[in-house]
Antibody, heavy 120, light 108 residues
Framework: EVQLVESGGGLVQPGRSLRLSCTASGFTFDDYAMHWVRQAPGKGLEWVSGISWNSGRIGYADSVKGRFYISRDNAKNSLYLQMNSLRDEDTALYYC?????????????WGQGTQVTVSS | EIVLTQSPGTLSLSPGERATLSCRASQSVSSSYLAWYQQKPGQAPRLLIYAASIRATGIPDRFSGSGSGTDFTLTISRLEPEDFAVYYCQQYGSFQGTFGQGTKLEIK
């Protein structure tokens, strides 16, 4: 059974940093790209960032480019999101998402999310 | 970047009725790389439809998708109580998978 478990969320002041983690199990982690998707309170889904299986391809939404950095450790079946210079508008539930195959963004499995709240 | 616009924003129907949700893209979605997700309160999204019309594993056949190019539709033939939720379309033809803003399907 595929499982994605996010952690690392919390309450943080504007301008500070936070590192999210996602631990995967139940599939061959290094066969897949992995992604972060967020959802602000009462709002829709926003793709945040993605990383290919070997970290050779990385993408970011314009809203986080230059502030957030995605990485992965295939030996640990883990995905990370380093979030710097956090803003109020980064407040959201952050999901780790697995694509259905290879390098695409069709998400067949999602974690339960980790809440990030940016507030002074 | 492809922008997806969903309509209506909210759809009020009764159980047993037919629901038709629309998703329009700002440019053609390549190879019909269009998906639909369902999200219930407090839950992660669930994949319903991909490639515009193929049901994901375990999805009941009352859910169907259609369309190509820039216009896509999700149809729920006969609404069950558990179908009332928010529905999102998504294009996944690029590494940046953009979502529509969602349609809330509520009980009338």
């Amino acid at each position: 059974e595929v499982q994605l478990v996010e952690s690392g969320g919390g309450l943080v002041q504007p301008g500070r940093s936070l590192r999210l983690s996602c631990t995967a199990s139940g599939f061959t982690f290094d066969d897949y790209a992995m992604h972060w998707v967020r959802q602000a309170p009462g709002k829709g889904l926003e793709w945040v960032s993605g990383i290919s299986w070997n970290s050779g391809r990385i993408g970011y939404a314009d809203s986080v480019k230059g502030r957030f950095y995605i990485s992965r450790d295939n030996a640990k079946n883990s995905l990370y999101l380093q979030m710097n210079s956090l803003r109020d508008e980064d407040t959201a539930l952050y999901y780790c998402a697995k694509p259905s195959y290879g390098d695409n963004t069709l998400f067949d499995h999602w974690g339960q999310g980790t809440q990030v709240t940016v507030s002074s | 970047e492809i922008v997806l616009t969903q309509s209506p924003g909210t759809l009020s129907l009764s159980p047993g009725e037919r629901a038709t949700l629309s998703c329009r893209a700002s440019q053609s979605v390549s190879s019909s790389y269009l998906a639909w997700y369902q999200q219930k309160p407090g839950q992660a999204p669930r994949l319903l439809i991909y490639a515009a019309s193929i049901r994901a594993t375990g999805i009941p056949d009352r859910f169907s998708g259609s369309g190509s190019g820039t216009d896509f539709t999700l149809t729920i033939s006969r609404l069950e109580p558990e179908d009332f939720a928010v529905y999102y379309c998504q294009q996944y033809g690029s590494f940046q998978g953009t979502f529509g803003q969602g349609t809330k399907l509520e009980i009338k």
